[in-house]
């Protein structure tokens, strides 16, 4: 268990309809990052936020938004969704930004289909 | 630009057998490079971290290697199980500035009994 809680885990949806996925970091942990993995492809990196402020973006689509709450939690808005806009997506939380060893531990991922 | 490249892009081995997967990068100024498992439908989780100074650190039977020199690291699987069947990711950080690690798209180690 990394200690990072992404909910929900599987959704299903219709396309141009609208979701939110939560995450909720480690404890601690200031730093959270939402990343997109679709089939059989890599990590693409969509943004992060550290300490509330949003501090680097990706290649994330101007449908989709994010951002992170005074108690740290973070949410992914992703909206007008399409066929390919189907997903893994995943929280990671470290504890820091720039300096340090940088470990980032991943949640469970978010797991949306969109028909 | 900052690029990580994984090799191969897939592996079968059988049960037992060892392995080693490759990741070349042009990341700079390099702070630090991890190996990621992933197993399938879970979130990537840390297996080693290697430093500028490090050359080999080991954990069970997983060996990493860095050779900053030559920009490059790999990942020796020693008699591999079934539960070794994942995908591999090498990241690779730079030092300070806005911390966005460098993904590679991994390699996607089989094993078979």
């Known amino acids: 268990d990394s200690g990072v809680t992404q909910t929900p885990k599987h959704l299903i949806t219709a396309t141009g309809q609208r979701v939110t996925l939560r995450c909720s970091p480690r404890?601690?942990?200031?730093?959270v990052y939402w990343y997109q993995q679709s089939l059989d492809q890599g990590l693409q990196f969509l943004i992060q936020?550290?300490?509330?402020?949003?501090?680097a973006k990706g290649n994330i689509l101007e449908r989709f938004s994010a951002q992170q709450f005074p108690d740290l939690h973070s949410e992914l808005n992703l909206s007008s969704l399409e066929l390919g806009d189907s997903a893994l997506y995943f929280c990671a939380s470290s504890v820091r930004q720039g300096v340090g060893t940088g470990e980032l531990f991943f949640g469970e991922g978010s797991r949306l289909t969109v028909l | 630009k900052n690029q990580v490249e994984q090799s191969p892009q897939s592996l079968i081995i059988l049960e037992g057998k060892n392995c080693t997967l490759q990741?070349?990068?042009?990341?700079?100024?390099?702070?630090?490079l991890r190996w990621y498992k992933q197993d399938t439908g879970r979130g990537p989780v840390s297996l080693t971290i290697?430093?500028?100074?490090?050359n080999t650190k080991s954990n069970g039977r997983y060996t990493a290697t860095l050779d900053a020199d030559t920009k490059q690291s790999s990942l020796h699987i020693t008699a591999s199980q079934l539960s070794d069947s994942a995908s591999y990711i090498c990241v690779v950080s730079v030092q300070g500035g806005s911390y966005i690690p460098t993904f590679g798209r991994g390699t996607s180690l089989i094993v078979h009994p």
């Open positions: 990741c070349n990068y042009t990341v700079s100024p390099f702070s630090n």
């Open positions: 404890s601690g942990d200031l730093s």
């Open positions: 936020y550290y300490n509330g402020e949003e501090r």
């Open positions: 290697m430093t500028f100074s490090e």
